[in-house]
């Protein structure tokens, strides 16, 4: 927290320097007097309410600022978090960062414009039958085979890219618009030991991080450590040695942080630029709490995760400190997976027993439940390495208006309406046993799915001719 202080304090004076003062006239002058006196004053009250006395005393008595001046609650991490969403999107439509690691960041990636975000308003309808949404019919793609199970995938940010993880310790990356035309080269192994838990790519750069059983988080970077254009891989960037198996990773949205989720309850923090961990002090002692599944928010003002004791936590993405606990959010089952909905305003949870749910950020309350996606709960052993324990995956779809999951029993892909969590259709899985992982695009519509049977498939709504699904093998592991 004193760094990121440091930092505010530092720009801060030299925004404040009447020396760099807009001189194009009496009215913005007084404009930008007011914006800096705004600002000091959320500096000062920042300081003073997270008791830095010392501190706001003394950016107080540089600025004129008053000591008791008043101010919202953590108005100015509210600010900055919402700056560093606008500034993610402007670096997704082509306004790159090259502050991290390395220069040499692939030209195309980021380039794109951002995917387009609709924020479903769960608090306008509550009991709508009959007005639910079609969901559009899409085309099967096996897009390879591990040469053990695939355990799981993640698009890139910008839904151009594709990486998937598997229990024979490899990582495969895939370009999917090679994918679409039946072009892509064989896929790239990354140097990962087993098992490949979760992973996650850099909101800017071409870095793609892996969470393992091994206790470790690996790095893998663009330029002279891994290229994604190249075909031979390079070795990790960085080798994270964590005390707990790493069950699940997540970036902050600015890229310069990420966390895992490990068997220990609380969510481990580090910087991406000095790799020192940091943990949540003051948390309330919280027993079989390992980690499913941790994720930011858009902003990165909170992270939600999903624990093995059935609780949905919700925590403050500044201080790390736990912000409302959802008790027994799947009754005594496991909570499985959680995601933020796009404006931050519900999280979806799943868990197993077979039920996702929608809950209120702000109050905690149940909004909505989606059933039908049965979770039998099985263990299935099928090595030494890696017994796979099956977890029910809940994820939006790119616009937040539909909700996939997996139903174990019949292994079909099972969609619903958001907002009237009506089921919309269901669909074969494509895979000979159910799948163990279940992904969207965050860009377009489309969506992978990893198996116990080695294959990873990729459902779109491109090239669909008839309206029915075909299945086309790409390339073998």
């Known amino acids: ?154 698009f890139s940010p910008d839904g151009r890219f594709l990486a998937t993880a598997s229990a024979d310790t490899s990582i495969k990356l895939f370009e999917i618009s090679k994918v679409k035309q039946m072009m892509l080269p064989d896929a790239r192994d990354g140097p990962v030991r087993p098992p490949i838990n979760d992973l996650d790519f850099h909101p800017q750069n071409t870095i793609l991080i892996s969470g393992a059983k091994d206790r470790t988080i690996k790095m893998l970077l663009n330029g002279r450590f891994f290229d994604f254009s190249k075909t031979v891989a390079r070795k990790a960037f960085k080798i994270i040695q964590d005390t707990h198996n790493v069950r699940s990773v997540s970036f902050h949205p600015s890229g310069e942080f990420l966390l895992a989720g490990t068997d220990h309850p609380i969510a481990h923090l580090y910087d991406v630029n000095t790799f020192q961990c940091y943990l949540s002090s003051n948390v309330q002692e919280i027993s079989n709490g390992a980690i499913n599944q941790v994720r930011y928010s858009s902003t990165g003002g909170m992270y939600v995760t999903a624990s093995k004791d059935g609780a949905i936590r919700l925590w403050d993405g500044v201080t790390s400190q736990c912000v409302r606990s959802i008790l027994s959010a799947h009754g005594t089952a496991e909570a499985t997976s959680a995601n933020f909905t796009k404006d931050q305003r519900y999280v979806l949870s799943s868990g197993k027993d077979s039920i996702v749910n929608l809950w209120d950020v702000g109050t905690g309350m149940l909004v909505k439940q989606y059933l039908g996606a049965t979770h039998t709960q099985l263990r299935c052993q099928f090595d030494r390495l890696d017994a796979i324990s099956f977890q029910l995956q809940a994820v939006f779809n790119e616009t937040g208006e539909f909700i996939l999951s997996i139903d174990e029993s019949s292994n079909e892909v099972v969609i619903w309406d958001a907002l009237t969590a009506e089921k919309v259709a269901r669909w074969p899985s494509n895979h000979t046993g159910s799948p163990r992982w279940l992904e969207h695009s965050p860009a377009e519509a489309a969506f992978v799915t990893c198996g116990t049977d080695r294959s990873v498939l990729l459902q779109s709504t491109e090239s669909i001719a008839t309206g029915k699904q075909k299945q086309t093998r790409i390339s073998e592991g």
């Open 1 to 154: 927290m004193a760094v990121a202080l440091t930092v505010i304090l530092s720009e801060g004076g030299t925004l404040m320097d009447s020396s760099g003062m807009n001189t194009n006239g009496l009215e913005q002058s007084l404009q930008d007097g007011k914006l800096y006196r705004h600002v000091n004053a959320l500096i000062v009250a920042h300081l003073r309410d997270n008791n830095f006395n010392q501190a706001a005393s003394a950016v107080a008595s540089a600025t004129m600022t008053p000591l008791n001046v008043e101010a919202p609650p953590n108005k100015l991490l509210d600010l900055v978090a919402k700056g560093l969403a606008v500034e993610k999107d402007e670096m997704l439509r082509g306004v790159s960062s090259t502050t991290l690691f390395d220069s040499s960041i692939s030209t195309g990636y980021g380039s794109i414009p951002a995917p387009r975000v609709v924020a479903v308003d769960f608090s306008a309808v509550h009991d709508v039958k009959g007005a639910s949404k079609s969901f559009p019919k899409h085309e099967t793609r096996h897009i390879s085979d591990h040469k053990n199970v695939a355990r799981c995938a993640r």
